[in-house]
């Protein structure tokens, strides 16, 4: 399985971006797709997690209520709709995807990042 990421960039606080990922590949063997960040000097932190089954999608503590994840219909793309977007979201998105779930240190499989640069 590839992922690829794209939809980073530049905007404002309190501004909204969409980041897309598109699987390809044998894409049955994940079960579960999602975004992680690392921000400049930080370690890199889960943020929200999708199966490809359907169920409710999960999602860090620091950005419940502001991001929603969603996947198309063949479970080959996960997006990630941030809204109301602050400076500490600055930081580099990776997607991932694995057969049984969501992990900060490992996952299946890795996409390359996007940096997304929230300015105040």
């Known amino acids: 399985v590839q992922l690829q990421a794209s939809g980073g960039g530049l905007v404002q606080a309190g501004g909204s971006l969409r980041l897309s990922c598109g699987a390809s590949?044998?894409?049955?063997?994940?079960?579960?797709m999602g975004w992680f960040r690392q921000a400049p000097g930080k370690e890199r932190e889960f943020v929200a997690g999708?199966?490809?089954?359907?169920?409710?999608?999960f999602y860090s503590n620091s950005v419940k209520g502001r991001f929603t994840i969603s996947g198309d219909n063949a479970g080959n793309t996960v997006y990630l709709q941030m809204s109301d977007l602050k400076p500490e979201d600055t930081a580099v998105y990776y997607c991932?995807?694995?057969?049984?779930?969501?992990?900060?240190?490992?996952?299946?499989?890795w996409g390359q990042g996007t940096l997304v640069t929230v300015s105040s």
């Open positions: 999708h199966r490809r089954s359907g169920g409710s999608p």
């Open positions: 991932a995807a694995d057969r049984f779930a969501l992990s900060t240190a490992r996952n299946d499989v």
């Open positions: 590949g044998s894409t049955d063997s994940t079960t579960v």
